[in-house]
């Protein structure tokens, strides 16, 4: 015998974590996927440049990403990969 609890609906929101995989490498920089994300982590890598010259987007604070996939499917190259994650 254990404890169990089912969690409602909006416990499994607040619960969502995303993993974000992206090819940096291919990102030209339109910033299309910054505009929708609701949790404002997205921003272009001020610093570095990537092969095709352009400051690619990056995440500043991937634990408050709720995989959403928002960006993913904004970005017209498909180079964001959401994950959930526990
Ligand atoms: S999955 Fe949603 S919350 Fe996470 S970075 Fe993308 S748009 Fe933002
Ligand atoms: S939408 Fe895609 S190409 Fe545009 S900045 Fe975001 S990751 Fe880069």
């Given at each position: 015998m254990y404890a169990y609890s089912k969690k409602t609906e909006k416990e499994v929101k607040q619960l969502a974590k995303g993993k974000l995989v992206l090819r940096a490498d291919r990102?030209?920089?339109?910033e299309l996927c910054v505009s929708v994300c609701p949790k404002k982590i997205l921003k272009l890598d001020d610093v570095n440049v990537n092969r095709k010259g352009y400051h690619p987007v990056t995440v500043i604070?991937?634990?408050?990403?709720?995989?959403?996939a928002s960006c993913a499917m904004m970005c017209p190259d498909g180079i964001i990969n959401v994950y959930k994650v526990d």
């Amino acid at each position: 015998m254990y404890a169990y609890s089912k969690k409602t609906e909006k416990e499994v929101k607040q619960l969502a974590k995303g993993k974000l995989v992206l090819r940096a490498d291919r990102c030209k920089g339109c910033e299309l996927c910054v505009s929708v994300c609701p949790k404002k982590i997205l921003k272009l890598d001020d610093v570095n440049v990537n092969r095709k010259g352009y400051h690619p987007v990056t995440v500043i604070n991937e634990d408050e990403c709720i995989a959403c996939a928002s960006c993913a499917m904004m970005c017209p190259d498909g180079i964001i990969n959401v994950y959930k994650v526990d």
